[in-house]
């Protein structure tokens, strides 16, 4: 094998996923998910369950990229059959949590969900809209605490004026977990004059009261 392709989910020489992990996905059954205050619609494909996990945490943390290529063509489907429309984006990382890193993993699956091999057309591009405002980093404090969110704020680019913020937006991200990213998102865009704000995420986090209804595994 010239490239060796190695599965962000276990390790294993492959695919990305291989057909394991993928066996092990649970996919989101109901699709009318319970969405954060702000957000119209909150469409997943998948629960944040099973090889999932270590898979999204690969690419968030170890910038492990084999498997964006397929995380893309599932919000890209995930898209089409939600008949989701408007600008993409997404609720940026802490900008100095990102920079160290080197990327942002929100926008990378922001530009793979267009799912595009060839060109990408202008109105699918993914917009930055919003940057983050200085604030504590959520991952690894308990649930509650992460509702109190660092807040966002527009983005203007340097030659204009002032932001000017499409009427319809979706914003994709890896995992919602209490929705309070979206949700912080969601108002700020609002405020702006956005008319209505989307969420398209990987996977959603189900409550601990609903862990065997919404979702199943697929077959
Ligand atoms: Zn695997």
């Not at 009427?167 to 209505?196: E, K, M, N, P, Y």
């Not at 986090?205 to 862990?211: A, C, E, Q, V």
Request: aromatic share 6%.
């Amino acid at each position: 094998m010239l490239f060796p392709i190695v599965c962000p989910g276990c390790g294993v020489l492959g695919a990305a996923p291989c057909a394991a992990c993928l066996a092990g996905m649970r996919r989101v059954a109901d699709r009318a998910l319970p969405a954060p205050p702000g957000i119209t619609r909150l469409v997943a494909p998948f629960a944040y369950a099973g090889p999932l996990r270590p898979l999204l945490r690969a690419l968030k943390y170890d910038n492990q990229r084999a498997a964006l290529g397929w995380l893309g063509a599932e919000l890209a489907l995930a898209w089409q059959l939600a008949g989701l429309s408007g600008t993409r984006s997404w609720a940026p990382t802490g900008a100095a949590r990102a920079r160290r890193r080197g990327f942002d993993q929100a926008e990378l699956l922001a530009w793979a969900s267009v799912g595009a091999a060839a060109g990408i057309a202008r109105a699918d591009r993914p917009v930055a809209l919003l940057r983050r405002e200085p604030g504590p980093a959520q991952t690894g404090r308990p649930r509650q605490q992460r509702a109190e969110v660092a807040g966002f704020a527009l983005r203007r680019p340097w030659w204009r004026a002032a932001s000017v913020v499409p009427s319809r937006v979706v914003l994709i991200d890896d995992v919602v977990t209490t929705g309070a990213t979206l949700a912080a998102a969601a108002a700020v865009l609002l405020a702006a004059g956005c008319t209505r704000v989307d969420a398209l995420v990987v996977a959603w986090t189900p409550p601990p009261s609903s862990r065997r209804h919404d979702f199943h595994a697929v077959a």
